[in-house]
Structures are given as C-alpha cells and as structure tokens.
C-alpha cells in the first residue's frame, strides 16, 4: 500500500478523546560521556504544530532523529503515529515524512528526478509520481527550475525542494528540523502558508527553528529544550506569562491629568517627558481587569492604554541562557 492512502487512523488515543500523533516518556541519550537528552517527555495532538527551540547544541535535531528512527534512544518509550519506536521502527518510518537540519537533495539529478526519485521510494506509480511531483514542484515555485541540476540551485530553492520531497509521501506526521533557515522572507512565508495548509488537512508537523516569530507565529505548543531536558512548554501566551516584564501602559496628552495620575499610582513607574505610567501586569484578562477596575477607583482616566507582554526572545533568553535560578523558577 502506498503510504500517500495511510489515514490518521495509526494514531494512538488520549484519554480526553482526542488522538496523539506523538507521544514520548523519559527519553534519554548521551554521546560518549556527554549527556545530550536527560529525559525528554511529549504529547503532540494529531493535526498540531509543535516546536521545539532550543540554542545550538540543545539536542533539537537528536529529538528528531531518534523519533524518526535514524538512531536509537539510550532510555525511554515512544509512540509516532500508533507504533512503538523500538518495537516498529518500520511502522513509524511509514507514518512519517522528515525533512532533516542538512539537505538530502542530490545535487546530480534535476529538481524533478529528486522528486521522482522519492515517487519511487513511496512506491508511486510512474504515472502518479509524476502528477505529484509537478503539483509540489508547482507549489514550491520550482517548476521553472525542474529540469535543471539541483547543483544549480540557490540554498533556498534547495531548502524548497527538499521539502517538497518530504511531502511527496503524504505522511500524517512530518518532522522538519529549521525547515526555514536560509530562506528570504517571503519564502518563509510560503513555507508557513504551506505548513498551515498542511495542518488544515490533519497533519501533525512536528518542526525545529531558531526563528521564535516562527514558532510564534505556528505552533500550538512550544517546548524550549535546555541542558538536556525540557525547561518550559506551553503555547506562546503561556511562555511569555512564565517571565517577568509584562506590564501595562499608561499614555496621557494633558500634564496635568498625568501628574494627578502620577500622585495617585505613586507605585506606578513614570516617565515624565513621554507623560506615561507603567504598571507591572502579567497580560491575563483577570489582572487587565483588576488594574482597570482599580483605575476607575482611584477616578485615572487615561488617553491610551496598552499591554506589553514580553515576546518569545525574551522567553528564550530567560530560560536558556539565564541563571540555574531563572530556569528554576520558569518551569
Ligand atoms: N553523532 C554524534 N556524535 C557525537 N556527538 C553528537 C552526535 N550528534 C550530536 N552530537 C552532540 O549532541 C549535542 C546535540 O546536538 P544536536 O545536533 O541535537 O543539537 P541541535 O539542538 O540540533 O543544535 P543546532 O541548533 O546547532 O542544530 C551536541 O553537543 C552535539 O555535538
Ligand atoms: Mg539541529
């Protein structure tokens, strides 16, 4: 059976009814006596887009091998798509597309021979293989390019190609390890358009990136992995709500109002010149809505009102190269 047909239906259930592409336990994985996965636990939802970020070295890319069967976990359990990774590693290669950190095109060959290449390696008919291959190389923009060596092709036509033959199989779960590195802007957002429309059909897309408007922008969770194990997961909101520096600001035209405001929240940081206040908030509708509730106490009017929530930057630094402490108390 061509794995283009294989339906969601390898996938395992949770106990609140709804299926888990991916699911791992107490992962572990040392190379000589450096140890890179301390134990690694995940639940990644069928048709969810899970990131995983981490700084270089972090052990992004050995999550994604061992998942995909390319090497093999010292310790721990887990399921790809209903098969169990020591016990079916053929099972979960057939559940899966992966496009790896480094490139798997072959330079020799034309965009369109890679392509029918994997047709082949799916067991695609000729006939088939050919229909999808110009249907990806269409999408990716690469039809104009089909026919020339891949040797000739900028990095990120590269990076497209390489892609595109990871969907040649029409997997249900796709690892892309930095499916974006490399790639100008607008075909970043092609890459996201795609992944988006890849999810809409029920894929799960299990991706790694150093960009963090990326995982932003489409996860549903992210996990930040640090010094072996996972420091924070959540979805973007959550992460951003584990650090300080959120805060609410407070903008005022008439210097008078401000200095009685001033007076009033004399808690309040303030700067003078640009005649605002900033209260510490974590962002959450409870606290907005106690800060506000307060203001119209104490009888504070402002201009504009708006909320700082720290970015996903902020998060990243925090947890990753901060103090034991900041680590600490994020997780
Ligand atoms: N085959 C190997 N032999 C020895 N050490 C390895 C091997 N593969 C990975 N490592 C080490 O494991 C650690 C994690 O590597 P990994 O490639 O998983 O990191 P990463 O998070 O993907 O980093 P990057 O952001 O640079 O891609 C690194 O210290 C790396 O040197
Ligand atoms: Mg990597």
Redesign the pocket.
């Known amino acids: 059976m061509p794995s283009y047909v294989m339906s969601t239906s390898t996938s395992t259930s949770d106990p609140n009814g709804s299926t888990v592409a991916v699911s791992a336990v107490g992962l572990r994985?040392s190379?000589?006596d450096?140890v890179?996965?301390d134990g690694i636990d995940l639940r990644i939802p069928t048709g969810s887009v899970f990131a995983?970020l981490?700084?270089?070295?972090?052990?992004?890319?050995?999550?994604?091998?061992i998942l995909s069967t390319l090497?093999s976990a010292d310790d721990g359990q887990a399921l790809v798509g209903g098969h169990d990774l020591a016990a079916d590693p053929q099972g979960v290669r057939a559940a899966i597309g992966v496009t790896g950190?480094f490139s798997a095109v072959d330079g020799l060959i034309t965009g369109e021979e890679n392509m029918l290449l994997m047709a082949d390696l799916h067991h695609l008919s000729r006939r088939d293989g050919r229909g999808i291959a110009g249907e990806l190389l269409e999408r990716f923009d690469l039809t104009e390019a089909a026919n020339k060596p891949a040797s000739t092709y900028s990095g990120g036509m590269k990076r497209r190609l390489d892609i595109a033959m990871t969907l040649v199989g029409s997997a249900r779960i796709i690892f892309l390890?930095?499916p974006t590195t490399g790639l100008d802007p607008r075909a970043r957002h092609t890459m996201w358009q795609i992944i988006r429309d890849l999810v809409s059909d029920g894929v799960t897309v299990f991706l790694?990136t150093?960009y963090l408007d990326e995982a932003d922008e489409l996860a549903d969770r992210i996990a930040v992995?640090n010094d072996g194990r996972i420091v924070a997961e959540g979805t973007a909101e959550e992460l951003k709500r584990l650090i300080p520096g959120g805060h609410v600001r407070l903008g005022f035209t008439d210097p008078d109002t401000y200095r009685s405001a001033a007076s009033t929240l004399g808690e309040a940081s303030h700067d003078d010149e640009a005649l605002t206040l900033q209260l510490p908030s974590d962002g959450s509708q409870r606290e907005l809505r106690s800060i506000l509730d307060w203001l119209d106490a104490a009888g504070v009017e402002a201009d504009e009102l708006t909320v700082h929530t720290p970015d996903l930057d902020d998060v990243f630094f925090a947890l990753t190269g901060g103090t034991d402490q900041t680590k600490e108390s994020a997780r």
Do not use: M
């Open positions: 994985k190379y000589g450096k890179v996965l995983l981490g700084p270089n070295g972090a052990g992004k890319t050995t999550v994604v091998k090497v950190q390890d930095e790694t150093q992995l």
